[in-house]
């Protein structure tokens, strides 16, 4: 956590400087003032101002962290297989061998029990009647701490069905957890999001830039009442977004590049147009990161290169930016994606939105500004079709080991997919399609027919238009078409699910510690 530790550390400094200068006959006697807990720092606003900024590091150094996690949630669903092997990812590839002790899976949940345990310890704190904080700014924190507990329980829950429910701060080890219900996990995030989304601000009254804002609660608490089986409540929500007037859809070109060849669409993924103080009016929550600032990015952010073709293995081909830098190749879409998902006129499937076409850009090659024909083992790994979505490149760092771009956690096209979901669990078709054609007149492709909304058509719409920024896995949990889906539109993968992979394993490391009490596994997965 880069950015907690440096503010730490001005805190550590202050008390320093304070030491030296408030000296006396006793400035030699031993007094402990390098402790930080939250019972002597969540006590005014410059403590709760760290715990926040603590807390969103933890958030900004998620999946993209460790090599191959972020290929977990693609690998093994309709839309990836693997390019480059890694054995993180390599039980998402075979669901034979996911099991208990797959090592993936005690890393997603330990990094969402810690945003959990953060935001508690926020939480409760945001209570204690010592803490010289205004009414607003309990609230303000209790709010920002709650959509970020909510976040982490709605991947959990998810992902691995009921899961046990912690509402106060783990400060000694327990081993006596049970897991709630998948509906009672649900509930608890509701309520959090509808506390969030009634006490956090306004994007116009948001003070530091990068802050939650309240619709980023709406469109998650959208997300988990349509997972309650309430569509009218989601639709609201969605609506609310909406018709909030704050955010609109990208449809001209803007920002740093609006006067090279390009798009709207593309513009949106450009590094420097990200942001809502950039021009992105579609922006409603962006993880904002910053070259050579202290605590500026994720600590080993991989989206750039696990999405990212390894083409620099193939002869003739180096480094460069007009190909995003350095990838390494380990998400390779599947050919459903490649070949069958778009219109050849969709925005989305522009030449600047995905590449299909390489060139070879070494001078010194033979072939130099010929096309690059790439087959057999190539277009596995190195030389296929790809968003652009992550591009970026440092020309300080031609490796691509760290990453500072952007990145877009929840935008209006969403929001109207989401809205579009809700409206048709009500059987309202027709509606359900104009929402959909908000986005898909956006894309100038063809709108779709009340008659061709379908579930499955929603879940083709979500692939082109959010693309390698939703978890994939995640929405086709949610939506309870995973198996089906990978049986359908990936091949390679199709014979190995079974029909109980719709969630993971619990980790059996947290069940062999859990000795005090029953932490259940998941059926299908028993030892």
């Given amino acids: ?3 907690s530790s440096y503010i730490y550390g001005i805190l550590l400094a202050g008390l320093v400087i304070t030491g030296v200068t408030s000296c006396s006959k006793h400035f030699l006697d031993e007094e402990l003032k390098s402790k930080y807990a939250p019972d002597n720092t969540l006590v005014d606003e410059l403590g709760f101002e760290a715990a926040s900024t603590g807390l969103q590091s933890i958030v900004r150094n998620d999946y993209g962290n460790t090599q191959g996690l972020l290929a977990t949630f ?3 669903t309709d839309m ?7 054995a993180v990812q390599a039980p998402y590839e075979d669901y034979r061998n996911l099991n208990p002790q797959t090592g993936s899976l005690s890393t997603v949940w330990n990094w969402n029990y810690r945003v959990i345990n953060a935001a508690n310890n926020i939480i409760i704190n945001a209570g204690n009647p010592k803490a010289t904080l205004t009414d607003q700014q309990r609230a303000f924190y209790k709010a920002e701490a709650s959509f970020f507990r909510a976040y982490a329980y709605n991947q959990l829950s998810i992902l691995f069905g009921g899961v046990p429910v912690i509402k106060e701060p783990v400060t000694v080890p327990r081993t006596d957890y049970t897991r709630a219900s998948e509906a009672e996990v649900i509930d608890f995030i509701i309520s959090d999001l509808t506390f969030a989304e009634a006490n956090l601000p306004d994007p116009a009254s948001v003070k530091k830039q990068g802050r939650i804002n309240k619709f980023a609660a709406s469109q998650l608490l959208a997300e988990a009442l349509l997972r309650a089986n309430k569509p009218v409540e989601a639709e609201a929500a969605a609506k609310r977004i909406i018709d909030s007037k704050f955010f609109s859809l990208i449809t001209n070109r803007y920002g740093v590049k609006a006067s090279l060849p390009g798009d709207p669409f593309a513009d949106m993924f450009t590094y420097g147009n990200m942001r809502r103080s950039q021009g992105n009016t579609e922006a409603i929550w962006v993880i904002e990161q910053q070259y050579n600032i202290p605590g500026g990015a994720s600590d080993f952010d991989q989206r750039r290169r696990e999405w990212g073709p390894f083409y620099v ?10 190909l995003g ?11 459903w994606w490649t070949y069958e998902l778009y219109e050849k006129t969709d925005m989305r499937n522009s030449p600047y939105n995905i590449r299909r076409t390489y060139y070879y850009n070494d001078p010194a090659f033979a072939k130099y500004g010929q096309q690059v024909f790439p087959t057999g083992f190539d277009t596995i790994q190195n030389m296929y079709a790809h968003t652009t979505k992550w591009y970026e490149f440092q020309p300080q760092d031609i490796q691509g080991a760290q990453s500072y771009k952007d990145r ?5 096209g969403e929001t109207y997919l989401l809205m579009a979901e809700a409206q048709l669990l009500q059987g309202r078709n027709a509606d359900a399609a104009a929402s959909i054609n908000v986005v898909r007149g956006r894309a100038k492709a063809t709108p779709v027919q009340p008659a061709e909304v379908t579930m499955d058509y929603l879940l083709d719409e979500r692939a082109r238009e959010l693309t390698a920024e939703e978890l994939r896995r995640l929405t086709l949990i949610r939506t309870k078409k995973l198996v089906d889906r990978v049986r359908k539109y990936n091949p390679k993968v199709a014979p190995t699910i079974a029909d109980f992979n719709i969630h993971l394993p619990i980790p059996q490391s947290e069940i062999d510690v859990n000795k005090d009490a029953v932490l259940t596994q998941n059926d299908g997965y028993q030892k």
């Fill in 313 to 322: 293995n193939v002869q003739g081909m180096k480094v460069c930016d007009s």
């Fill in 80 to 86: 990836a297989i693997t390019g480059q092997p890694n």
């Fill in 408 to 412: 877009i956690q929840m935008r209006l």
């Fill in 1 to 3: 956590m880069k950015k």
């Fill in 74 to 76: 693609y690998v093994g």
């Fill in 325 to 335: 830098g350095r990838g390494i190749g380990r998400i390779r879409p599947t050919n």
